[in-house]
């Protein structure tokens, strides 16, 4: 892979996991010269079915990939009101600045119907991730220069293709931000910077093995028979199409909610 994000830095949140989108782009990004500043916080993802991973061992597995790569790391719980603009403050600390922010972050679980919701769940998801995607963004913009590729990316979840039962606050937490991926996007492309969203479509993340989804068999079945390709999207997928927008040849792309789904047939899902 070519070292076309040399001397630039990538901040990519949620990355405490192996199997996790977050871990597949700081991979891509190293691989392609970019110095990392990573964010995780294993309390969150030890309460899901399947588990957290030991970070010194995920961050010594990626600088023996790339020995040239500088990776530093906080565990952060975005949460927080002033956690976002203090990952940031920290990023900048370390590498002087940041160029590239790729909200990764989510949170999982504790969801309903609607008629199973109350506040406290919908704030939840709000706060993590909505409110720390918007924050995050606005502490990046803050200290941004006009350094040649400066690029912000969020995570969507294809919540306006079609219903997502089950999910109406993590599904309401992410339309908010392809609700307002235009505004912002126009607000920041006069500072030299794109935003734009990725919606990966059903990834397998963890939550569609057997051993420890959070879903009985009989959906993992129907997810699968709903990918013409015959396999669950891969961490990797989304993170080509991360790596693609953050490098130079995506300098004329902004304000988009790109879709990567592999033809997932949602109508018979």
Known sequence: MERTLDKRVALVTGTSRRQGIGFAVARRLAAMGADLFLTHFQPHDSLQPWGADEIPELLAELRGEAPETSVADMSADLGEADACQAVVDAAVERFGHVDILVCNHARSGGDGSLLELDADRLDGHWRINTRAT??????????????????????????????????????????????????????????????????????????LDSETADRDQRVLDEVLQAFPQGRYGEPDDPARLIAWLVSDEGRWITGQVIDSEGGFRRYRW
């Open 134 to 207: 918007l924050l995050l963004t606005r502490a990046f913009a803050h200290q941004h220069d006009g350094r040649p590729g400066g690029r912000v990316v969020w995570m969507v979840s294809g919540q306006q293709l079609g219903p997502m039962r089950g999910e109406v606050a993590y599904a309401a937490s992410k339309a908010a931000l392809a609700g307002v991926l235009a505004t912002v996007s126009d607000e920041l492309v006069d500072r030299g910077i794109l935003v734009n969203a990725v919606n990966p479509g059903p990834v397998n993340t963890g939550y």
